[in-house]
């Protein structure tokens, strides 16, 4: 193995640069070549690719977004696409394929081992809803980005006796809602993972505006329902004309936080070293503290499930 690629692929999130340069520069310490391909699958299907070294990765490591640029690839999702991109790795002396994205670009990933091709997947991703890893990249930003905004319409919520439904991203998933829920004090968090009793809701604004509750703030998990659709549906149920924000790609952006920018860089480099040490057909998470590798699959066989504690902790808190 003497060159390696890496791609970033679906939607962004704050850290992938860190991630990148943390591959980069571990394969670049180990004598191998790197190859960055731009636009994800796309990219390495157009041969759109450009060399990685210790500079040309530098300045990147707190930067939002991807310095690769990413994107979805239609073709990429069909045999003779896949078989494409195979040929391609090969025309250009490319041992070795490092996937920084979600699960869908796992499955790409998954497409390409199974040809042959040596890949390690790196779990990038706002959602939070990949297993093999406790956190993925760019969720701990994300939360921390969801909660500055919330904090701020809270100050108006309070002001002026309103209640706001918040609506974050998350995909299917109410990971990114639950987190940011729990840390904002909302009295409500909608997730998909369950059912949305509205009465429960109705009754419970009632009950606090009773006790002397001025203001509500719901956290709406995009999965669940638009912002507006809850609105209309909690308009005359309760005692407020809600208003609504959708917080949209405000989440994806940013520069990552801490948290993020040292899992980015541990998570790149342990990347590396699976590549190195044989492995194939596996991503690199970090489960209790320690980096681990899984078979790639196990990102979408193996279901997240959002911790009942957490569950839990909404409903004694907000009362
Ligand atoms: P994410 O990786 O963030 O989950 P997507 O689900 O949009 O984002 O997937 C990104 C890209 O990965 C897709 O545009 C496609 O090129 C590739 N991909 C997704 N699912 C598959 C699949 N089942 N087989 C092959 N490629 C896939």
């Known amino acids: 193995m003497h060159r390696i690629g890496v791609l970033t692929s679906g939607g962004d999130a704050p850290g992938m640069n860190a991630s990148i340069r943390a591959v980069a520069r571990t394969a670049l310490y180990h004598d191998l070549e790197v190859v960055g391909i731009r636009r994800g699958y796309e990219g390495l299907l157009e041969g759109d690719f450009v060399p990685l070294t210790r500079s040309s990765v530098g300045g990147i490591i707190l930067h939002g977004g991807t310095i690769l640029r990413t994107a979805r690839c239609e073709a990429f999702m069909r045999p003779g696409g896949i078989n494409a991109a195979v040929s391609k790795l090969k025309e250009n002396d490319i041992d070795a394929l490092v996937v920084i994205g979600g699960d869908g670009s796992f499955r790409g990933a998954k497409e390409l081992a199974d040809r042959g091709v040596k890949v390690v997947g790196i779990p990038g991703t706002i959602d939070n809803d990949m297993a093999g890893t406790d956190c993925t990249i760019g969720f701990d930003t994300a939360c921390n980005t969801a909660l500055e905004c919330i904090s701020k319409l809270r100050d108006t919520a309070s002001s002026h006796d309103r209640m706001f439904i918040v609506e974050v991203m998350g995909r299917h998933a109410g990971f990114l809602a639950l987190e940011t829920g729990v840390a904002c004090g909302a009295e409500f968090i909608l997730v998909p993972e369950l059912p949305v009793d509205l009465k429960a809701i ?8 009773q006790r002397g509750k001025t203001h509500s ?52 480099s342990a990347a590396i070293d699976a590549l190195i040490g044989g492995r194939s057909g596996v991503m690199v998470g970090r489960v209790k503290g320690e980096v ?15 911790d009942p504690d957490m569950l839990r902790l909404v409903d004694m808190l907000s009362i």
């Open 217 to 268: 703030l719901i956290v709406l998990s995009e999965g669940v329902m638009h912002a507006a659709e809850l609105a209309e549906k909690l308009k005359g149920r309760c005692d407020y004309d809600p208003r609504i924000v959708v917080l949209g790609h405000l989440q994806r952006g940013g520069a990552p936080s801490c948290f993020d920018t040292v899992l980015a860089s541990r998570l790149g």
């Open 202 to 209: 109705s009754d419970k604004i009632h009950y606090a505006k």
């Open 292 to 306: 681990v590798e899984s078979p790639i699959e196990i990102a979408w066989t193996d279901k997240r499930t959002l």
